[in-house]
């Protein structure tokens, strides 16, 4: 018997009046994953999540959440599921702590201290606790947007953009915790502004462009797939010519004229040093490996957001 | 079902009305006890009485059904209104709360509000005109079911509107005067032919003579036909509500 898979979209489509948001999109995340959705701007990912959180109405397929649909079937699907929406939105009536005890009791669980302390200090937000919600910094309030979508242990949570503005040391602390969410059986569907976050943290990777899925696969597949590790070589003078063997190689130079690039080869790299040889005034030389980025930037063949 | 849900946004809604208190109950209880003191006591020493009711005593079911009118209708209207602007509206949405239990929740709290307020002001009033109240049912049968269809109308206005400018239009242009043309001040019988057809053409005139029988014991109309009245506007209402929550109108994308 097969496992029921903890989200499946199947030819999931939106259409709205002047755009086609989502055209068929067909995924399926595994129970205790950490899949990332990367896209440019405007290029669905936000709706996808919005049509299984049951915020967007599908046009046409169907959504489900540990097999259940989210039209048909949505006070299940919904009781299952925790998001944090890409907005920084707050009510400023109440303090994290009223907040986090809403959220529970909104999902059908009891407000419990002991967990509501538990994920105010993971979000780092425990001195806040009794603050009201408008005095909280912007960082914070996003802090307290990720402590509502775990407070009530969902099996399946959605983080739209979760660290964005969010600075790089507690970006760190809210990865261990997502990986710790994990641990204890959650599946974890995110989008990010950040392709070091997904490669750091994702088991697998979809990359949606245009409302179409154009990649989906372990990191590690795509980047071998799709990138391509480099040498780059630092000049103290100007190149006033490109090496005919260098450029046979597809090497390039930058516009200082300073700085080369090359393909590293998977073969015969003696025979690469033998060419970097011809160079004059070598003053720095490092190998850069395939990023997420790159694989990104050749999959949309665009800007990154 | 959610019960935990339910009460849960029922007890949210209602705390945050009780959070602002000199907005939500001071303000309008003043406002309305002034309505009473002046008119109750500046007119009333020259009219006297009206449909065989000192007018002091006249004004006061008016006055009350005013003060739960507007407070019941502002607190679900500015409520959901708010939500949507800010956005906070997905953290209902994305939740197990089925369309009864966002209704509900809403409407009650907002029945507390309007009740609250219409009790304080009675309150002020019995001060001057005694405690007695003729027929408590009726009394709290009205204020119960008025406070919940405009509980729930609030709903609907909040649900449609999508600037702070068109929430405002019901009640600057429909409510108030409806309102204030609805026999708190006057009764139907002491105007010309012509105008008192328009005034019973008022719905709201049934609502405000039907608590005046609950209270003072005599009306310009049977309780009965305000009862009729209140319970269809009541379910036009919260139909209205009901669909708009249920289809996601102008919620769900």
């Known amino acids: 018997m097969s496992v029921v898979a903890a989200v499946e979209t199947v030819a999931l489509r939106k259409r709205y ?49 540990m ?30 702590r009223e907040a986090l005890r809403f959220q529970m009791g ?114 590690a597949t795509l980047l071998a797939r799709h990138g391509e590790k480099r040498i780059r ?3 103290g003078s100007p190149l006033e010519a490109l090496p005919p063997p260098l450029a046979a190689r597809g090497a390039t130079v930058d516009a200082s004229r300073r700085v080369l690039e090359c393909p590293f080869p998977a073969h015969g790299v003696s025979d690469l040093l033998c060419d970097l040889a011809a160079l004059q005034g070598v003053v720095d030389l490092r190998t850069e490996q395939p990023s997420l980025e790159q694989v990104f930037l050749a999959l949309t063949g665009g800007e990154k957001r | 079902m959610n019960p ?6 029922l007890a949210k809604e209602t705390r945050r009305f009780l959070k602002v208190p000199g907005q939500t109950i001071g303000q309008p209880v003043i406002t309305t006890s002034l309505y009473f003191l002046v008119f109750g006591f500046a007119l009333g020493g020259r009219l006297r009485e009206l449909d065989g009711i000192p007018y ?53 709290a907002a029945m507390g509000r309007g009740c609250l307020v219409g009790a304080v002001v009675w309150l002020v009033a019995a001060a001057f005109t005694g405690v007695e109240v003729a027929h408590p049912l009726w009394a709290l049968a009205f204020s119960l079911l008025v406070a919940a269809t405009f509980a729930a109308l609030g709903l609907v206005v909040a ?17 108030t005067p409806l309102t204030f043309l609805g026999g708190v ?36 109309s049977p309780p009965e036909i305000g009862l009729a009245i209140t319970i269809g506007f009541l379910a036009l209402a919260v139909g209205g509500a009901w669909w708009m929550l249920k289809s996601g109108y102008k919620l769900r994308g």
């Open chain 1, 17 to 65: 009046p002047k755009v086609e948001a989502l055209r068929g999109v067909s995924l399926r995340i595994e129970p205790g994953e950490i899949f990332a959705l990367l896209g440019p701007n405007g290029a669905g990912k936000t709706t996808w999540i919005s049509v299984v959180c049951g915020l967007v109405r599908p046009t046409d397929g169907s959504a489900a959440v």
């Open chain 1, 67 to 96: 097999g259940h649909d989210v039209v048909r079937e949505a006070m299940a699907a919904r009781r299952l599921v925790g998001l944090v929406p890409q907005e920084v939105v707050f009510d400023p009536f109440f303090t994290p």
């Open chain 1, 106 to 219: 909104y999902f059908g669980v009891r407000p419990d201290g002991a967990r509501i302390d538990e994920v105010l200090a993971a979000v780092g937000l425990s001195d806040k606790a009794d603050t009201n919600a408008r005095e909280l910094s912007g960082g914070m309030k996003r802090r307290l947007l990720i402590a509502k979508a775990l407070v009530h242990r969902p099996k399946v949570v959605f983080l739209d953009e979760p660290t964005a503005g969010v600075d790089v040391e507690l970006r760190r602390d809210l990865w261990a915790y997502v990986r710790r969410v994990r641990a204890e059986g959650a599946t974890i569907v995110l989008t990010t502004h950040y392709l070091e976050e997904a490669e750091q943290l994702a088991d697998r990777v979809a990359v949606i462009d245009r409302g179409a899925l154009i990649a989906l696969d372990r990191p």
């Open chain 1, 233 to 235: 070589v630092e000049l």
């Open chain 2, 4 to 9: 935990i849900g339910f009460r849960t946004l």
């Open chain 2, 56 to 108: 002091v005593r006249f004004i006061v079911p008016g006055l009350i059904m005013l003060a739960v009118i507007q407070n019941a209708f502002l607190n679900t209207a500015s409520s959901l209104f708010v939500m949507k602007i800010q956005g906070t509206i997905v953290d209902l949405l994305v939740a197990p709360l089925s369309v009864g239990e966002m209704l509900g929740a809403f409407v009650l």
């Open chain 2, 159 to 175: 649900i449609a509107s999508d600037k702070f400018e068109q929430l405002n239009i019901v009640p600057t242009f429909v409510l």
């Open chain 2, 185 to 220: 001040f006057y009764s139907a019988r002491t105007l010309p032919p012509a105008w008192a057809a328009v005034t019973r053409a008022n719905p709201i005139l049934y609502m405000v003579e039907g608590l005046r029988y609950g209270i003072v014991g005599a009306a310009g």
